[in-house]
């Protein structure tokens, strides 16, 4: 269990997500690729709704196994890209505009909240209120449950981003063809 490594890599994976998400110009955030899907605005608020972090500061208990034991099966189950995955219905976003200033402001301040549990919260316990596809993680694991799921709604993101860029270029050679 390397704690200063996971602080790392959370500050890092936070700062790549608002980078990600400050690419979309406030007219492209709630635009819908072609081929479907979240928008970037629905990635953001999905992000906000599966953070972990009011779980970290809840009640844990002992864990009676290695702190870090399931960190390499999240990591080989979120980042792998190839497999489509479906949201629990309670952290599916609502199909609406969002503000990206609002949702960037949002996302930092998780970030903030993890890394604060990170350097404060005993990481080796049992969080007790985990969503059920989550139970029984330690609080180390959750931690990065919230990295590999951000870093793959950014691989999303950079994704979408592509796909309406493309959307608008091809848009814009077709005006000027005709």
Known sequence: MNTKAAIEELETT?????????????????????LGGWTAGQVGEHLRKASV???????????????DENVGTLRDQFL????????????????????RESL???????????????ETLDLTEICLYTPPALAELTRYEL??????????HIHQLRKIHQA???????????RIAN
Not at 60 to 65: L, N
Not at 80 to 99: E, G, H, R
């Open 143 to 152: 931690i990065h449950f919230h990295i590999v799921h951000t870093k793959r």
């Open 80 to 99: 792998n890209f190839s497999i489509q995955m479906t949201s629990p219905d309670f952290i599916v976003p609502d199909d609406k505009d969002y503000d």
């Open 104 to 118: 960037l402001q949002t996302l930092e301040q998780v970030g903030t909240q993890v890394r604060e549990a990170a």
């Open 53 to 67: 972090a009011n779980v970290l500061f809840g009640p844990a208990k002992p864990a009676q196994r290695p702190p």
């Open 14 to 34: 936070t700062q790549t997500l608002l980078e990600a998400m400050g690419a979309f110009q406030p007219n492209q955030l709630n635009t819908r690729p072609a």
């Open 164 to 174: 309406i860029v493309s959307q608008a270029d091809y848009a814009n050679s077709s």
